[in-house]
């Protein structure tokens, strides 16, 4: 007996798409914008040096925007597939379309160096349509970019043409169905271009949910997550986005290629996982078949605070390592805590940095869990597991105050970038993973190459780390950088610093991995050979000639230059 539920899409998208995406703030539209409180503003100016300066966008209209250089002959193409009213055109389409969220995409839309700007933007509506479009995209010649929520911040969705005369952003936005669900088997299929949180609307509606909340929430789609190996805030308890695919269907110049049909094979290399994490190079994922769970009715986020980084690192090496992870466990070092301290101000938080220093914290370092399930028991059962590994380590207990506001401001720190720009700071973040003995050593080198890459006359950068997904045998390290834009060289800025805490981690061994979970795009691609070798390079570059002999797909992505 067949226990899969199809789901029927009654809404007309006839000529449907978005006509213009805002591309020069992380805020989406119609979100809410983050003010900076006047006291935020005082700490940053002692802590950094920043000066009183306003720097606002220019306006689009101010931005450099070629002629497009699609031909006719592939325009034509391309509408017979999709109808004329979704071949883009338009300077304000394909603007918004242009680049990720990266600081340094944000920088260029507010008028600071070059655009890469597509050719035309290319809306299908379903996943018959995007399979016509690639193979035409392949007979004439044009570069073609998957676009989901456009949050990449490693260049990944950049419009390179590479060796094409054009290139054209192919957006997602209306492969937007949750296609089937079979409760039974805790499975559903979601269209590639659904934003998470209408995932979770949809799911919620049969009782489900994903339980994928990385940072990027607010805008990043399901075959985005798919396409990166996205990994969300509460990894420990759901698993990294990997973890939770079954299948993929993937359109590519060969054909179209589907996998998975079972939990578990000795069939061969799992080639869903070759998928996973292709970065749209090999083909476009259409849809995606992913492990769901019910609903949680029960939640508990909870603060405390270690003394020292190395003792609150410890502390969740022993939590991984028992496997008595929160959902969510994040650890933030003493200069991530003081900045989150400083930021949120207020009476109640000068009250709880007298009280730590009364209870001897030299150097806070918050750890926020976060148990989510079923029951308030099982809630209550997997917390008492947890704490029962914290007792003797002296934890400073803040308590479910201090979690439900991480949790209810978690998306506050990208809104946060958009008050700084205007403000002249340089915000950006980058993120690395290794094993627990290398953990402090990888977070020292990368901080000090990213301090030495920033500092100048006068100018203190802030450099904070956390820990926020744990494993058994290592952890992820974020980090976070504030510092005064360099106004004579603001691109040159963040690229000398990236490039220096690249090194730092790909030096040694390397240290640890060039991204964890921002993938690899344009901006990780010369370091993936310290990672997997030149002759690992070489079998990516082997599958990318099989299934995209033209080389159409994501020019310059994952393999860098065509190989």
């Not at 050719?119 to 349509?129: F, L, R």
């Not at 969705?157 to 590479?162: D, F, M, P, T, W």
């Not at 269209?191 to 209408?198: L, M, W």
Request: proline residues 6%; contains cysteine.
């Amino acid at each position: 007996m067949c226990h899969t539920i199809p789901v029927t899409d009654t809404r007309d998208h006839t000529g449907e798409h978005l006509d213009h995406l805002v591309r020069r703030s992380w805020t989406p539209a119609g979100g809410q914008d983050a003010i900076l409180p006047p006291h935020a503003t005082r700490w940053l100016a002692s802590r950094t040096g920043l000066t009183e300066q306003s720097t606002p966008a220019a306006p689009d209209s101010a931005l450099v925007v070629g002629e497009s250089a699609l031909s006719d002959v592939a325009g034509k193409a391309l509408e017979s597939v999709v109808g004329a009213g979704n071949v883009l055109r338009g300077r304000d389409d394909r603007l918004g379309r242009t680049g990720g969220l990266s600081y340094l995409d944000l920088l260029r839309h507010r008028g600071t160096g070059e655009l890469a700007v597509p050719d035309a933007v290319v809306v299908p509506a379903d996943p018959e349509q995007v399979q016509r479009v690639v193979e035409v995209c392949a007979e004439h010649g044009v570069g073609l970019v998957p676009f989901g929520g456009g949050t990449s911040v490693v260049g990944g969705v950049q419009a390179l043409r590479g060796s094409k005369e054009s290139v054209v952003m192919l957006d997602l936005c209306r492969l937007d169905r949750l296609v089937s669900v079979d409760p039974v088997s805790r499975l559903a299929v979601l269209q590639a271009g659904v934003v998470a949180p209408e995932a979770e609307r949809l799911l919620s509606a049969h009782g489900l949910t994903l339980g994928h909340v990385p940072q990027s929430f607010e805008r990043a789609t399901i075959g985005g997550f798919a396409a990166t190996r996205s990994s969300g805030q509460a990894s420990a308890g759901y698993g990294r986005f990997e973890d939770m695919v079954e299948g993929v269907r993937m359109a590519t110049p060969r054909g179209e290629w589907r996998l998975g049909v079972s939990p578990a094979s000795a069939a061969g290399p799992d080639l869903r996982q070759l998928v996973v994490g292709s970065e749209g190079v090999f083909g476009v994922i259409t849809e995606v078949t992913v492990r769901v769970r019910p609903l949680p009715k029960a939640r508990r986020y909870e603060g405390f605070v270690f003394d020292g980084w190395s003792r609150g690192a410890q502390v969740v090496r022993a939590l991984a390592q028992r496997r008595v992870l929160a959902d969510v466990t994040r650890l933030s070092d003493p200069h991530e805590t003081e900045m989150a301290f400083a930021l949120s101000g207020g009476w109640k938080t000068t009250l709880v940095r007298r009280y730590l220093r009364l209870r001897g914290m030299g150097d806070p370092c918050l750890l926020v869990l976060g148990w989510e399930g079923e029951s308030e028991a099982e809630v209550v059962s997997r917390r008492k597991a947890t704490l029962r590994v914290l007792r003797g380590r002296k934890p400073v207990t803040l308590g479910r105050p201090v979690g439900e506001k991480w949790r209810h401001g978690r998306f506050a720190g990208p809104r946060q970038r958009d008050a700084l720009l205007d403000m002249g700071v340089c915000v950006e973040t980058l993120e690395t993973a290794t094993y627990w003995s290398n953990v402090d050593t990888l977070r020292s080198a990368v901080r000090a190459a990213l301090q030495d890459a920033l500092a100048r006359p006068g100018v203190t950068p802030i450099v904070a780390c956390h820990i926020s997904h744990a494993y058994e045998t290592g952890g992820s390290l974020y980090f976070t950088t504030i510092v005064p834009r360099d106004p004579d060289d603001p691109i040159g800025q963040w690229e000398h610093a990236k490039a220096a805490a690249c090194a730092a981690i790909s030096s040694n061994g390397p240290l640890g991995t060039i991204t964890h979970h921002h993938a690899v795009g344009v901006d990780h691609a010369p370091y993936l050979p310290a990672e997997i070798g030149r002759l690992g390079v070489d079998v990516l570059a082997a599958v990318k000639r099989e299934l995209d002999p033209e080389g159409v797909l994501n020019p310059g992505k994952l393999l860098g230059e065509p190989r």
